[in-house]
Protein backbone atom coordinates (compact mmCIF):
# COMPACT_ATOMS: atom_id res chain seq x y z
CA UNK A 1 0.00 0.00 0.00
CA UNK A 2 1.23 2.96 -1.29
CA UNK A 3 1.03 6.30 1.37
CA UNK A 4 2.74 10.03 0.66
CA UNK A 5 2.78 12.55 3.68
CA UNK A 6 3.29 16.08 3.34
CA UNK A 7 6.18 17.63 5.84
CA UNK A 8 6.75 21.42 6.34
CA UNK A 9 5.81 24.84 7.99
CA UNK A 10 2.22 25.65 8.18
CA UNK A 11 2.98 29.39 8.44
CA UNK A 12 5.26 31.11 6.32
CA UNK A 13 6.16 35.01 5.78
CA UNK A 14 5.75 36.74 2.93
CA UNK A 15 9.01 37.11 -0.16
CA UNK A 16 10.21 33.80 1.72
CA UNK A 17 11.05 30.04 0.64
CA UNK A 18 8.47 27.71 1.52
CA UNK A 19 9.28 24.49 1.45
CA UNK A 20 8.18 21.03 1.84
CA UNK A 21 9.03 17.21 1.55
CA UNK A 22 7.03 14.30 0.77
CA UNK A 23 7.67 10.79 2.18
CA UNK A 24 6.74 8.00 0.22
CA UNK A 25 6.38 4.65 1.31
CA UNK A 26 5.13 1.32 -0.26
CA UNK A 27 7.08 2.23 -3.32
CA UNK A 28 10.12 3.55 -4.47
CA UNK A 29 10.22 6.77 -5.97
CA UNK A 30 12.89 5.53 -8.80
CA UNK A 31 9.73 2.52 -9.43
CA UNK A 32 9.58 2.73 -13.78
CA UNK A 33 7.03 4.59 -14.46
CA UNK A 34 5.73 6.68 -11.81
CA UNK A 35 5.71 10.13 -11.49
CA UNK A 36 5.51 12.44 -8.44
CA UNK A 37 3.47 15.33 -8.83
CA UNK A 38 2.98 18.78 -6.19
CA UNK A 39 -0.57 20.12 -6.60
CA UNK A 40 -1.95 22.77 -4.76
CA UNK A 41 -5.65 24.18 -3.51
CA UNK A 42 -6.02 27.67 -2.97
CA UNK A 43 -9.22 28.34 -0.84
CA UNK A 44 -12.66 28.01 -2.69
CA UNK A 45 -10.49 27.63 -5.59
CA UNK A 46 -10.13 24.12 -7.85
CA UNK A 47 -6.84 22.32 -7.94
CA UNK A 48 -3.64 23.58 -9.35
CA UNK A 49 -0.52 21.50 -10.83
CA UNK A 50 2.91 22.38 -9.96
CA UNK A 51 5.02 20.49 -10.94
CA UNK A 52 6.40 17.02 -11.15
CA UNK A 53 9.90 14.25 -10.76
CA UNK A 54 9.84 11.24 -12.50
CA UNK A 55 10.86 7.86 -11.55
CA UNK A 56 14.08 8.63 -13.70
CA UNK A 57 14.98 12.40 -12.01
CA UNK A 58 13.11 14.75 -15.02
CA UNK A 59 11.37 17.30 -13.85
CA UNK A 60 8.67 19.22 -15.02
CA UNK A 61 7.23 22.78 -13.89
CA UNK A 62 4.18 24.63 -14.63
CA UNK A 63 4.90 27.58 -16.65
CA UNK A 64 3.16 30.27 -14.04
CA UNK A 65 5.12 28.71 -11.36
CA UNK A 66 8.15 27.64 -13.38
CA UNK A 67 10.77 30.99 -12.16
CA UNK A 68 9.57 30.12 -8.74
CA UNK A 69 9.86 26.53 -8.33
CA UNK A 70 12.28 24.05 -7.79
CA UNK A 71 11.48 20.55 -7.20
CA UNK A 72 14.36 17.63 -6.04
CA UNK A 73 14.59 14.27 -4.37
CA UNK A 74 16.41 12.51 -1.99
CA UNK A 75 16.50 8.79 -3.56
CA UNK A 76 18.04 7.31 -0.39
CA UNK A 77 14.86 8.66 2.19
CA UNK A 78 12.10 7.74 -0.83
CA UNK A 79 11.18 12.02 -0.45
CA UNK A 80 10.61 14.17 -2.96
CA UNK A 81 10.51 18.15 -2.14
CA UNK A 82 9.47 21.52 -3.17
CA UNK A 83 10.78 25.08 -2.77
CA UNK A 84 8.40 27.87 -3.99
CA UNK A 85 10.28 31.44 -3.56
CA UNK A 86 8.81 35.04 -3.33
CA UNK A 87 6.07 33.60 -2.05
CA UNK A 88 3.03 36.25 -1.55
CA UNK A 89 -0.39 35.72 0.69
CA UNK A 90 -1.67 34.20 -3.11
CA UNK A 91 0.10 31.27 -2.21
CA UNK A 92 -1.98 30.47 0.68
CA UNK A 93 -2.87 27.13 -0.29
CA UNK A 94 -3.45 23.27 0.45
CA UNK A 95 -0.50 21.54 -0.52
CA UNK A 96 -0.64 17.57 -1.90
CA UNK A 97 1.74 15.21 -3.50
CA UNK A 98 0.40 12.47 -5.25
CA UNK A 99 1.63 10.04 -7.66
CA UNK A 100 0.91 9.78 -11.21
CA UNK A 101 1.50 6.51 -13.43
CA UNK A 102 2.11 6.55 -17.16
CA UNK A 103 0.54 7.33 -19.52
CA UNK A 104 0.90 10.74 -17.54
CA UNK A 105 -1.80 13.37 -16.71
CA UNK A 106 -4.68 11.03 -16.32
CA UNK A 107 -4.95 10.96 -12.36
CA UNK A 108 -3.77 10.14 -9.45
CA UNK A 109 -3.49 7.23 -7.51
CA UNK A 110 -2.65 7.91 -4.76
CA UNK A 111 -2.55 11.36 -2.66
CA UNK A 112 -0.63 12.57 0.56
CA UNK A 113 -3.20 14.37 2.67
CA UNK A 114 -2.69 17.74 1.89
CA UNK A 115 -0.70 20.16 4.50
CA UNK A 116 -2.01 23.57 4.58
CA UNK A 117 0.14 26.64 4.28
CA UNK A 118 -0.56 30.26 5.10
CA UNK A 119 1.81 33.11 3.85
CA UNK A 120 0.97 35.85 6.69
CA UNK A 121 3.43 38.32 8.31
Known amino acids: HVQLQESGPGLVKPSQTLSLTCTVS??????????WTWIRQHPEKGLEWMGVIDYDGNIKYSPSLKSRTSISRDTSKNQFSLQLSSVTPEDTAVYFC?????????????WGQGTRVTVSS
Open 98 to 110: ARDAAPYGLGYDY
Open 26 to 35: GDSITTKYYA
